[in-house]
Each structure stands twice: as structure tokens, then as C-alpha cells.
């Protein structure tokens, strides 16, 4: 019985168990351990090898597709989250921010506050941040989105 899908066979069985053996990551190492079965026994269908190694079709599938498109550095396991990291903020944005609200003495919402970034600094910050930045000089968020100082108790 011949197998539907096929796989590429410009890389051997031994290049794929060289890189089983020098990897320490166990999705990689599955992912790699998928093709050696692949390349190994031809004759098995893709339901077969998902069952000798215990995970479904669609994973031997997914595999499969990698590896034909990209071989085994395609395999390696994508790293999750923010590619770009949370953004840095200076303090100074804020220290000037609080400077402009104490001389106009006027509480601001805070998409005011953002407009007032965006002009002078020319950058975009989202309002959880300005929310946690003024918690952590002292101000709190009250009714009707609008930042006010915090009373000082004595």
C-alpha cells in the first residue's frame, strides 16, 4: 500500500536521527521523530505512524507539510508571544505629563493624555500603560475615565 502524501527525500533517515539525537527539545524531537518514521518505512500510511507514536493524524500531517516546505530547521518550534517584547516607555514622558496636568490643575481623560503624547512625543501609548504609569506615581482612576491625584493621608 503506497502512502498519499509524499515527502521529500533530498535529506536522508540518518541526517533526521543525527538531529534527533543533538537536540534536547522534546516538540522538536517528536517532530523529527514523525519524519524518521516517515522516511524509514514508506510503506506505512500517515494513520499508521500517528498511532506507532502515539499523537494524531493532523500532527504527522503538520509535520509532514514543514518539513516538505522547509526541512528540519522548519520543524523547530516557532517561540510564542510578542516577537517585539513589551515597548519601554521613558519616565520623563510621564514626569512632564504629571508636571502639565498639576499646572493646569484640570483633571484630563485619558485619551487626552495619549493625544498629549502623541503630539509632543510623537509616539503611541496604549491607555493600560498610562493607566499603570499613573498608578505608580500616585495618581488612581476614578468615574468617567479621568485620572486624579490621590489625597495624602496623614
Known amino acids: 500500500m503506497s502512502r498519499i502524501a509524499t515527502i521529500r527525500e533530498d535529506i536522508s533517515v540518518s541526517e533526521v536521527r543525527k538531529a534527533i539525537k543533538s537536540t534536547n527539545d ?3 524531537r517528536l517532530r523529527l521523530m514523525i519524519i524518521e518514521k516517515l522516511l524509514s518505512e514508506p510503506e506505512l500510511s500517515l494513520q499508521k505512524v500517528a ?3 502515539i499523537v494524531n493524524r493532523e500532527t504527522v500531517t503538520k509535520c509532514l507539510n514543514l518539513f516538505n516546505e522547509g526541512g528540519v530547521e522548519a520543524l523547530r518550534p516557532k517561540q510564542a508571544g510578542r516577537k517585539e517584547g513589551n515597548p519601554k516607555y521613558d519616565n520623563e514622558i510621564f514626569s512632564k505629563l504629571m508636571e ?3 499646572r493646569q490643575n484640570s483633571p484630563w481623560s485619558v485619551y487626552q493624555m ?3 503624547i502623541k503630539n509632543n512625543y510623537g ?3 496604549p491607555e493600560s500603560t498610562i493607566y499603570y504609569r499613573l498608578s505608580k506615581m500616585g495618581y488612581n482612576k476614578k468615574a468617567n475615565n479621568e485620572i486624579k491625584a490621590k489625597r495624602a493621608v496623614s
Open 26 to 28: 522534546g516538540i522538536l
Open 51 to 53: 498511532k506507532s507514536l
Open 100 to 102: 502639565t496636568l498639576k
Open 114 to 116: 495619549q493625544k498629549h
Open 123 to 125: 509616539i503611541e501609548i
